[in-house]
């Protein structure tokens, strides 16, 4: 089992659209994913697939309500999901035993979103996983937000997978300057695109409701890397990146 946090230094980035989208991406290549929401204060997952109330989830289980496999949903793709409530009667479950939760979760790979920022739940996650994802954007606050996280999750022993460089238009850092800054190399690039706001509007995953979006060849070419696959990556439909274009090889 491999569990990968996928965490950032501020709000804002896109670290749960990245971390659905990715699941649903390794999904695509044949992975058993289950895809953990452990923001216990501002959880989206559910709310980002249409899902929003929830009956048993992970704080029923962190609680000793259920079981693990209790908890689980799936989402139309074969994407396993552990989701978090959003009741506000539950704001105050302790997440300590996140990392056995997890481990008893039968997937090839779990990726375990993360809350913004370094509250305690993101400790939590830490505790949790074995490897971290970084996400952030091209300005210079997220970077230096990133580079914070790089260095808790050095400190907690995680193996740092790269940085995915999300909501990327052109403008602001490019990823050879965020990588001189951070010391760790973007190995994701996903483009600011339409389809992700479609996506959300119909709540869904844009890798599963637009698979050729430049959005989601840019999640499967992401996970592709990850599990050492070969993506033959089709023809961008939108895209006018140069920087994308270069990073995904085209």
């Given at each position: 089992?491999?569990?990968?946090?996928?965490?950032s230094?501020?709000?804002?980035?896109?670290?749960?659209?990245?971390?659905?989208?990715l699941?649903?991406?390794?999904?695509?290549?044949?992975?058993?994913?289950?895809?953990?929401?452990a923001?216990?204060?501002?959880?989206?997952?559910?709310?980002?697939?249409?899902?929003?109330?929830?009956?048993?989830?992970?704080?029923?289980?962190?609680?000793?309500?259920?079981?693990?496999?209790?908890?689980?949903?799936?989402?139309?793709?074969?994407?396993?999901?552990?989701?978090?409530?959003?009741?506000?009667?539950?704001?105050?479950?302790?997440?300590?035993?996140?990392?056995?939760?997890?481990?008893?979760?039968?997937?090839?790979?779990?990726?375990?979103?993360?809350?913004?920022?370094?509250?305690?739940?993101?400790?939590?996650?830490?505790?949790?996983?074995?490897?971290?994802?970084?996400?952030?954007?091209?300005?210079?606050?997220?970077?230096?937000?990133?580079?914070?996280?790089?260095?808790?999750?050095?400190q907690?022993?995680?193996?740092?997978?790269?940085?995915?460089?999300?909501?990327?238009?052109?403008?602001?850092?490019?990823?050879?300057?965020?990588?001189?800054?951070?010391?760790?190399?973007?190995?994701?690039?996903?483009?600011e695109?339409?389809?992700?706001?479609?996506?959300?509007?119909?709540?869904?995953?844009?890798?599963?409701?637009?698979?050729?979006?430049?959005?989601?060849?840019?999640?499967?070419?992401?996970?592709?890397?990850?599990?050492?696959?070969?993506?033959?990556?089709?023809?961008?439909?939108?895209?006018?990146?140069?920087?994308?274009?270069?990073?995904?090889?085209?």
């Open positions: 089992m491999r569990v990968i946090g996928i965490i230094g501020k709000g804002g980035v896109g670290k749960t659209t990245t971390s659905v989208n699941g649903g991406a390794l999904n695509y290549f044949g992975e058993d994913v289950t895809v953990v929401d923001n216990f204060t501002a959880p989206d997952i559910s709310v980002l697939l249409g899902f929003p109330k929830l009956g048993l989830n992970l704080k029923s289980v962190l609680s000793g309500k259920c079981g693990v496999n209790d908890a689980l949903y799936a989402h139309s793709s074969g994407t396993k999901l552990l989701p978090t409530s959003l009741s506000l009667a539950e704001l105050n479950i302790d997440g300590s035993n996140l990392s056995n939760v997890v481990r008893r979760l039968d997937s090839e790979i779990v990726l375990v979103d993360s809350c913004a920022g370094f509250e305690k739940d993101f400790f939590h996650v830490l505790n949790a996983v074995d490897e971290v994802l970084i996400v952030c954007n091209s300005d210079l606050l997220s970077a230096t937000n990133a580079l914070k996280a790089v260095n808790l999750a050095k907690y022993g995680k193996k740092v997978l790269g940085l995915v460089l999300n909501r990327y238009d052109g403008t602001g850092m490019s990823a050879k300057a965020i990588e001189n800054l951070i010391g760790v190399n973007v190995i994701g690039l996903v483009p695109d339409q389809y992700i706001k479609k996506a959300l509007d119909e709540k869904d995953m844009v890798v599963y409701l637009e698979p050729e979006a430049d959005a989601s060849i840019a999640f499967k070419k992401l996970a592709a890397d990850l599990i050492g696959r070969d993506y033959k990556i089709p023809e961008v439909k939108n895209s006018r990146l140069g920087d994308f274009l270069r990073f995904i090889g085209l």
